[in-house]
């Protein structure tokens, strides 16, 4: 969840201090002020990262884990990797994640907060196993808010559906998630985000459902777009990828408009401002049953099913494909 109000945080996870009272417990990180960081009652260890040109300053609470800390760092690591790839490059120079012991045996929430630096709070159980981090997507989800402009508390949708949909592709595109597991969580999801009865658009209708599944439809829909009106030559991807050449990410604010119109100069198709004129101010689209026609894709008895004659089923595999083959 992508929050900007700092004070936010300080309710909801009263463990955490600005830095001006946290200085000694991550000095390595040499964080920026009022960067919220452990409180110096919480003890643990930092390490950083490097991702290229980029650093990530890690904490790892000091609770009795499962896990080692070689194995929570291992994971922070593989999960900025993915996001690496997906984007050509750590978005963001510098970041920050903090790790704090939780009950349970999976990694049980996270919270990017973009206004005081990128910083990535994740409560992981203090009995998950290796199993658990590896199906996680949770700190992924967290990692590609830092690739994108925090904006306006309308455009939220955006945000958090970015978030959803690039997440299961990204982990698709590095071989760590399933084709079958992406169009599972797509079709169960994606009807979510539908505009029910007394719905506005967007902008306008902030319910879970459309905020989060919404988002997720209009990227996907984006997507398909984009490499259909660019014959296969251009992705979503590509946009975003060029929002963030042009300096944008979590710590700088944007105009919807002015990203949307870099991504699409990017790609040469004005796929993304034509969806969001579409989207955001009206219910639109009422149905997505034709989209899994096209797609060539349906679950039957819970199993995935395919139909590679399909119109767009050449976009959709090309979607999932692992970036090794």
């Known amino acids: 969840m992508n929050t900007r109000m700092i004070i936010c945080l300080l309710i909801t996870l009263p463990w955490m201090v600005p830095v001006c009272s946290a200085v000694d417990v991550v000095s ?7 960067a919220p960081l452990p409180a110096p009652d919480s003890e643990g260890t930092t390490s950083t990262i490097t991702m290229g040109a980029a ?21 922070v690591q593989r999960s900025a ?10 978005p963001i120079t510098e970041s920050w994640v903090a790790i704090r012991g939780a009950r349970g045996s999976r990694v049980m929430r996270g919270q990017a907060i973009g206004s005081v630096g990128a910083v990535i709070n994740v409560d992981v159980g203090l009995a998950a196993t290796p199993e658990a981090l590896a199906d996680d997507w949770i700190l992924v989800h967290e990692l590609i808010h830092v690739a994108f402009p925090s904006m306006a508390r309308r455009h939220h949708w955006l945000e958090e559906g970015l978030s959803v949909y690039v997440e299961s592709i990204a982990r698709a595109n590095a071989g760590v998630l399933s084709e079958d597991a992406v169009w599972t969580g797509f079709l169960d999801g994606m009807p979510l985000g539908l505009p029910r009865a007394g719905d506005k658009g ?38 975003l990828r060029a929002i963030v050449a042009a300096g944008y990410n979590m710590t700088r604010p944007g105009d919807v408009r002015t990203v949307l119109a870099i991504g699409d100069q990017a790609t040469g198709v004005t796929v993304l401002l034509d969806l969001y004129e579409e989207m955001h101010n009206q219910p639109s689209p009422a149905t997505i049953d034709s989209l899994w026609s096209d797609l060539g894709v349906a679950k039957l008895d819970g199993k995935i099913i395919y139909d590679d004659r399909a119109p767009q089923a050449t976009i959709r595999r090309a979607l999932t494909r692992p970036a090794s083959q």
Not at 55 to 75: C, N
């Open 28 to 34: 390595s990180a040499s964080p920026p002020p009022q």
């Open 55 to 75: 650093k990530i300053y890690l904490f790892i609470e000091g609770r009795p884990f499962a896990l080692s800390q070689q194995e929570l760092r291992d994971w």
């Open 202 to 239: 967007l902008d306008y209708t902030p319910t879970w459902g459309r905020t989060y599944w919404g988002g997720a439809l209009f990227c996907l829909l984006a997507d398909i777009g984009i490499r259909e009106q660019s014959h296969g030559q251009k992705t979503l991807r590509d946009a």
């Open 81 to 90: 990797e993915i996001v690496l790839q997906y984007y050509g490059g750590f």
